[in-house]
């Protein structure tokens, strides 16, 4: 994908186009082409491409977009801004049970496609490795401080516990084929980490 596809053209323009992406991706799943996103927002599959590049740049753009649409900066400060690590711990899990069903389709997709595609896999795991971040610096490593991180736990593989446990993959399996609810998997999950990962659970 080429530099001047991230930012060609109106605006307004490239939000109809992701947006288009965006619903039939949830629709039809990963087969969609240029022609049928530029059908969808009214604009031709030159204009698609003069955005995106490709199908690639497409896709990559449609996480930030989607990000951005679901106001991953408000929730973020929602999470990670709790007055507390545990505290943090249990709105992430909270965040992650209803984050994860919004945007369940295109992270499939994603999943899936980043195995034959390198610019997905490169957005993908940059994604993966903001959140590891994330749930190192603001959950773990606050818990540890505030001496509430059992002590057979290091903040490395708490955190790691955490990420992989809250990935899309481990929801699905749970909600969609073993019949959890949200609310279910926000309670069974916050107690899972509630009795392995903390210690004086007084909370």
Not at 139 to 149: D, F, H, K, N, S
Not at 150 to 156: C, H, K, N, T, V
Request: cysteine-free; aromatic content about 8%; charged content about 25%.
């Amino acid at each position: 994908m080429s530099t001047s596809a991230k930012t060609y053209g109106d605006p307004e323009t490239r939000r109809r186009i992701l947006d288009a992406t965006w619903e039939l991706l949830e629709e039809h799943g990963s087969s969609i082409k240029l022609a049928e996103a530029g059908d969808k927002a009214g604009v031709s599959r030159q204009a698609v491409y003069l955005h995106f590049g490709d199908r690639s740049g497409l896709l990559v753009a449609l996480v930030d977009h989607i990000d951005r649409s679901l106001g991953s900066v408000r929730l973020r400060e929602h999470v990670f801004g709790a007055p507390t690590g545990v505290e943090s711990l249990r709105r992430w899990v909270d965040t992650m049970a209803w984050y994860t069903a919004k945007i369940n389709r295109v992270s499939q997709i994603l999943e899936g496609a980043q195995h034959e595609d390198e610019a997905l896999a490169a957005a993908w795991r940059n994604r993966m490795n903001r959140r590891q971040d994330l749930l190192h610096q603001h959950v773990t490593e606050r818990i540890a401080a505030e001496g509430r991180l059992a002590e057979q736990w290091s903040i490395d593989d708490a955190a790691a516990l955490i990420y992989v446990i809250t990935m899309p993959g481990p929801w699905r399996e749970l909600t969609q084929e073993l019949g959890w609810t949200p609310e279910e998997y926000s309670e069974h999950i916050w107690r899972l980490f509630e009795r392995s990962l903390l210690t004086n659970t007084t909370q």
